[in-house]
């Protein structure tokens, strides 16, 4: 007789399927993800080619962070401002969840993430209290995946595997996991003996699992995505490590000119109690003071040319270049300077392929972040939101124009009468954030509450009723 398995103590067959598929799927993509890991920290293993560095200097290890420095300024162009609704109703909904979760900082942190690793992940749950906002995090993909509907265009299930085992006192050899289903999420821990012990089961019902992911550089074909750090940049990478090894190296036996004596006797380089000096005594010792030989001749003494690293670093140059047009940056940021320095309006027209990419990942980014508050209003609510009503969200524009072209721009709009002088969409295209833009809707506020009071108080002076009647004069009967 088989005993049927209790849903809130163990997981079910299916279960146990869904979430070996998807452990193997995370931890097959792991090796990837920390290579990748490791050439924006700079940690790489550069490899050697056996040919130039000396068994000494295998150890030297050199660093250049081209990757960190193009991924990085990438996103430092997306930065998130607020949420809104586009039909201009109160936000002050979206402002809570987002302040609760900081979702403006942790925002910040997820792109460079998805840019990083090609992919991040972004999770909703229940409040921990009745009237606390839904949770939202982001999850790296070092510890997350999932299972995706390329034909829905959504997630069929998602997995995470937590390291937070402290909270609930387990064991260092136990794994805790989080299954995301479409109608529940199941937070369930590996026991070191086998099998699986279910913690807690959060009984969503949404329909879908409350999981999205964040793709970089998605195409038809894949839609899980792509890092910035490519195979290029790997290999432009690895060969400027080995040039500026190449410098060291060259530093280390060429850096001192060599000298040579031609003539000279064997006591010429050995102390007084006739014992011989080091190399390093010889150098820079008094040898050229020496004495003329048997034959009345004087030692002939010259040297070598010392190495000029030109060489390398006109290389290096090129690989910088290379690398620039890799990242979409101009080649200064990377360090490349040129003999004539670039004018303003060179530099904003090298920063032309970064802005368009910045304002891509806006587009794509933006999606997601759209995405999971509506799956936050609808944990909150019970029910989904209404989709009349959509979403927007607010972000710094890309570009680097100057302040006084983004208010000459809105001037002119408004003076043609094609926005209103007093929209806040003027104010947006000016470049204020969202917190600058409420402020001085305030302000306006009060400055014509100030304006009313003024008139209405101007009005009641100008209205002080006056009449034509005497008071001194008698009544009419008096005066018959």
Not at 257 to 273: H, T
Not at 364 to 370: C, L, M, N, P
Request: glycine content about 6%; some cysteine; hydrophobic content about 40%.
């Amino acid at each position: 007789m088989t005993i049927p398995t209790l849903p809130l103590l163990g997981l079910s067959d299916d279960e146990v399927q869904i979430l070996t598929t998807l452990r193997s799927d995370l931890s097959s993509a792991r090796f990837k993800l920390e290579l990748l890991d490791a050439y924006f920290n700079g940690e790489q293993l550069v490899r050697d080619l056996k040919i130039s560095i000396p068994p000494q200097l295998e150890g030297l290890h050199t660093v250049i962070g081209w990757p960190r420095i193009g991924v990085e300024a990438l996103e430092q162009r997306l930065d998130l401002e607020a949420f809104r609704w586009a039909d201009g109703s109160d936000a002050s909904d979206l402002k809570e969840i987002a302040e609760a979760n900081d979702l403006f900082d942790e925002a910040s942190l997820a792109h460079l993430d998805a840019l990083t690793y090609g992919r991040e992940y972004v999770t909703v749950g229940s409040a921990d209290a009745d009237d606390a906002p839904p949770i939202i995090t982001f999850e790296s993909p070092l510890d997350m995946t999932l299972m995706w509907d390329a034909r829905l265009r959504m997630p069929l299930y998602g997995l995470r595997e937590c390291e937070d085992r402290f909270d609930f006192g387990l064991a260092p050899e136990d794994k805790l996991v989080t299954l995301y289903m479409p109608m529940q999420t199941i937070h369930a821990v590996g026991l070191s003996s086998g099998g699986w012990e279910v913690i807690e089961r959060d009984m969503h019902g949404l329909g879908v699992p409350p999981v999205l992911r964040m793709a970089n550089r998605q195409r038809t074909a894949d839609r899980v995505g792509k890092s910035e750090i490519t195979p290029e940049v790997m290999s432009i990478t690895d060969a400027a490590c080995r040039r500026l090894m190449g410098i060291e190296v060259a530093a280390e036996f060429f850096g001192a000119p060599q000298r040579y004596i031609l003539g000279a006797s064997e006591s010429a380089f050995q102390d007084a109690e006739g014992n011989a000096k080091s190399a390093w005594e010889t150098y820079i010792g008094r040898v050229l003071a020496l004495e003329r030989d048997e034959d009345g001749a004087v030692p002939t003494v010259g040297q070598f040319s010392a190495h000029d690293p030109t060489g390398m670093t006109k290389i290096i140059d090129l690989y910088a270049r290379i690398m620039a047009s890799q990242l979409s940056v101009a080649p200064h940021t990377l360090g490349y300077s040129s003999d004539n320095p670039a004018s303003a309006d060179a530099i904003r027209f090298a920063d032309n392929s970064l802005v368009k990419k910045a304002e891509r990942r806006i587009r794509r980014f933006g999606a997601t972040h759209r995405e999971y508050m509506r799956l936050a209003l609808w944990f909150r609510d019970g029910e989904p939101p209404d989709k009349t009503r959509r979403i927007e969200t607010v972000w710094r524009n890309p570009a680097t124009p100057t302040l006084a072209a983004q208010t000459d721009a809105s001037v002119k709009l408004a003076q043609a009468g094609i926005v209103p002088a007093d929209s806040d969409v003027l104010l947006e295209m000016a470049g204020f954030t969202e917190d600058q833009r409420r402020r001085i809707a305030a302000d306006r506020r009060r400055a014509q509450g100030r304006q009313l009071l003024e008139r209405l108080a101007q009005a009641g002076n100008e209205e002080d009723p006056e009449t034509d009647e005497d008071p001194e004069a008698p009544d009419g009967d008096e005066g018959l």
